[in-house]
T-cell receptor, first 117, second 116 residues
Framework: SQTIHQWPATLVQPVGSPLSLECTVE??????LYWYRQAAGRGLQLLFY??????ISSEVPQNLSASRPQDRQFILSSKKLLLSDSGFYLC????????????????FGQGTRLTVV | AQKVTQAQTEISVVEKEDVTLDCVYE???????LFWYKQPPSGELVFLIR??????QNEISGRYSWNFQKSTSSFNFTITASQVVDSAVYFC?????????????FGQGTELSVKP
């Protein structure tokens, strides 16, 4: 069965420090991968998605970047954190059906709660 | 542009009451999928249901039921005889079938509090 691992679970970082959050998926090949952020207002904002190794699409301009060095690994990074980067970060994966039809649900990791101080 | 609106920010009910969570969506596509997720206090999003735009049959799963009405662009979620364990934030989401990447667009969520 497929599983998704995301770490760390919680992180407290000072302003201006770098960030690296990692997400890996097991039990599937060539998944679509996503990074979402949930701020205090509860809404889920899509930050990045990837349809393949080295292919990253950014949804919103920001202080963050993403990389996909391997098929089932997705990394969220920042060179210098801002206070506004605080939030709950969720990694997710899904598969695309035949003929590139996006007909499946996304499965989420357990999230990383980031507090920038 | 695609958009999902969950107008109810918070709902509080007493155990055993029925409760309906509203979801209204916007999309230009004729082919799309709708989803509901549950987020308990632990934070992980739990998938509940997927519905495609060509299937307007209502679905029931135990105490949960979903009412999809294309004419009003709504996909409402009803919990019958609510229980304390139903307390969570519930998200409605939309995916346009041929969108690049299969990305989900979420509503702002409805926080449901079920009191004993």
């Amino acid at each position: 069965s497929q599983t998704i691992h995301q770490w760390p679970a919680t992180l407290v970082q000072p302003v201006g420090s770098p960030l690296s959050l990692e997400c890996t998926v097991e039990g599937t090949s060539n998944p679509n991968l996503y990074w979402y952020r949930q701020a205090a207002g509860r809404g889920l904002q899509l930050l990045f998605y990837s349809v393949g190794i080295g292919q990253i699409s950014s949804e919103v301009p920001q202080n963050l970047s993403a990389s996909r060095p391997q098929d089932r690994q997705f990394i969220l990074s920042s060179k210098k954190l801002l206070l506004s980067d605080s939030g709950f970060y969720l990694c997710a994966w899904s598969v695309i059906g035949p003929h590139r039809v996006a007909n499946t649900e996304a499965f989420f990791g357990q999230g990383t709660r980031l507090t920038v101080v | 542009a695609q958009k999902v609106t969950q107008a109810q920010t918070e709902i509080s009910v007493v155990e055993k009451e029925d409760v309906t969570l509203d979801c209204v969506y916007e999309t230009r596509d004729t082919t799309y999928y709708l989803f509901w997720y549950k987020q308990p206090p632990s934070g992980e999003l739990v998938f509940l249901i997927r519905r495609n735009s060509f299937d307007e049959q209502n679905e029931i799963s135990g105490r949960y039921s979903w009412n999809f009405q294309k004419s009003t662009s709504s996909f409402n979620f009803t919990i019958t005889a609510s229980q304390v364990v139903d307390s969570a934030v519930y998200f409605c989401a939309l995916s346009e079938v041929y969108n690049q990447g299969g990305k989900l667009i979420f509503g702002q969520g409805t926080e449901l509090s079920v009191k004993p």
